[in-house]
């Protein structure tokens, strides 16, 4: 590298034809915010040239000062806020060696910056990240329909990955999700932190990041209320558009459950050492053998085995779906409008586990019914002492080796009690519940009454119906699509 090459990419002494793009004037951070309710966690700003390099967001500015920008909280379960996660850097002061002509520069036109909280997870990963991408890509850049070409980069900051340093990536771990998310844009997703282990400088020419008016989250009981009272549900266009173009991009039919004629049955089991349903065999025969005159099809869905477009084809296609709480539930918003979800769950003391489920499914704004049963033997739960053997040799136990197992008796005091019958939860579906609930399940259908029956806890919004549908904020509507101009940009220098 010549001395002119030296002095221009250390002291910015030079032509524009040695400058590297990070000390270029076009390249200096700025923002606008486009939704803002004089709240942390409730605002959302697009921010213009934003950098990437060294495993950090960078905000470029020159002059003594350093800038400032909205208070603008990221993740909400763990209050993360943007200004922990942006470093402003003086265009003067980025080292030779990220300048250096050998490190490439990569240009995003359009980003939306999300943060996922267990990205190993597939529920969290779609029923969260995968949701909220859309709607920020929506109320962001107006991306809501249509082809998937010009849509914006989905950028990744992750909560437990940064504790860890260990990243994963859907395409290897979830290629479910990464197929949805290739429906609605052409962009590649990316990690913040997998950027300069390649050596690779990115720039963000436009980037939304916030929470925004409508974000998507799977709260802890505890903070549910407060989530819902700062965040309304998604409107219905902003779903629609979503359930629209991943049917156009994968084929599938959508509709609308008539009252008439025959109905499916879809039971969703894992093959996992939690929250698998032990009896499956039996429940299938005695739908297809108590229920012949309403259900004609009764199958068992395995979402860990099915690529996305077999799973939305399913979920689409089914009358009733039978779930246990676990990541299956991200699916919901893509069952048949009107049509019916039944949640069993093992015991009385996981009862708030009904109001994530029932969420998802309002949040969806399906007009659908969601039942929520709990077994009322305890006895034909896996969190007693049998948890510790080997889970498939009790799944294949005698009754009488279980009842042996059983007088060890449960773990009942503490915190143990509660996360072991929370996250070891193997569990036998109490067939006189669950029939209970296939009846109400088919009068739902059959009269178009749909409604919300949860056997205790806080699953619905309030009490007893579905929260009702909210409206877009007073003119970000407006600002969105033209009609209105926009806020001024505050260009910081």
């Given amino acids: 590298m010549g001395l002119a090459s030296l002095l221009c990419r250390a002291l910015l002494i030079c032509s ?164 949805a998310l290739k429906c609605v844009t052409d962009q590649e997703a990316f990690h913040i932190e997998d950027m300069w282990p390649k050596r690779e400088v990115v720039i963000l020419k436009k980037a939304v990041i916030g929470l925004g008016p409508h974000h998507r989250m799977l709260p802890a009981p505890d903070t549910r209320e407060r989530f819902l009272q700062r965040f309304p549900d998604p409107p219905q266009w902003i779903m629609d558009s979503l359930r629209h173009r991943l049917a156009n991009c994968t084929g599938v039919q959508l509709h609308t459950q008539k009252k008439e004629g025959k109905l499916s049955v879809t039971l969703i089991n894992r093959n ?91 949040q969806s704004v399906l007009n659908a019914t969601f039942i929520g049963r709990h077994n009322r033997d305890d006895r034909l739960g896996e969190w007693y002492r049998p948890m510790f053997l080997d889970q498939e040799g009790f799944a294949h136990a005698t009754q009488d080796q279980r009842l042996a197992f059983y007088e060890n008796g449960p773990i009942t005091e503490g915190l143990l009690a509660f996360q072991e019958r929370f996250h070891s939860s193997n569990f036998e579906i109490e067939w006189a519940v669950l029939k209970e609930a296939l009846e109400k399940a088919i009068q739902a259908i059959r009269t178009g009454n749909h409604t919300w029956d949860v056997d205790g806890g806080r699953a619905s919004f309030p009490m007893g119906m579905p929260r009702p549908e909210p409206t877009l904020p007073g003119g970000l509507f407006q600002r969105l699509f033209g009609l209105l101009p926009r806020a001024q940009h505050k260009v910081h220098r």
């Fill in 272 to 362: 996992d050492i939690k929250r698998h349903i032990m009896n499956e065999e039996s429940i299938v025969h005695r739908i297809r053998e108590e229920f012949a005159d309403d259900v004609d099809v009764v199958r068992v869905m395995r979402p860990h085995e099915m690529d996305f477009k077999h799973m939305y084809e399913m979920m689409a296609s089914t009358s009733i779906t039978i779930l246990t709480h676990g990541a299956a539930q991200a699916n919901l918003p893509f069952i048949a409008r009107e049509a019916v979800v039944i949640e069993m769950l093992w015991h009385r003391e996981v009862v708030d586990a009904h109001e994530w489920a029932a969420d998802i499914l309002r």
């Fill in 16 to 179: 524009p034809e040695y400058m590297s793009p990070l000390q270029k004037d076009e390249h200096i951070t700025s923002f606008e915010c486009i939704h803002d309710e004089g709240n942390a966690d409730n605002r959302l700003c697009i921010f213009h040239n934003l950098a990437i390099f060294d495993d950090k967001l960078r905000y470029l500015y020159r002059g003594g000062q350093r800038p400032t920008f909205p208070d603008t909280v990221i993740e909400w379960g763990e209050g993360w806020h943007l200004y922990r996660q942006v470093e402003p850097i003086n265009q003067y002061h980025i080292h030779p060696n990220i300048l250096a002509p050998t490190v490439p520069v990569r240009i995003v036109d359009k980003a939306v910056l999300v943060v996922t909280r267990w990205p190993w997870n597939y529920g969290h990963s779609m029923g969260e990240t995968f949701i909220n991408f859309h709607i920020n890509a929506c109320l962001g850049f107006g991306h809501c329909n249509g082809s998937r070409a010009g849509g914006p980069a989905l950028v990744r900051f992750e909560w437990a990955n940064l504790l860890k340093n260990d990243p994963v990536t859907w395409p290897e771990v979830f290629p479910a999700v990464d197929e």
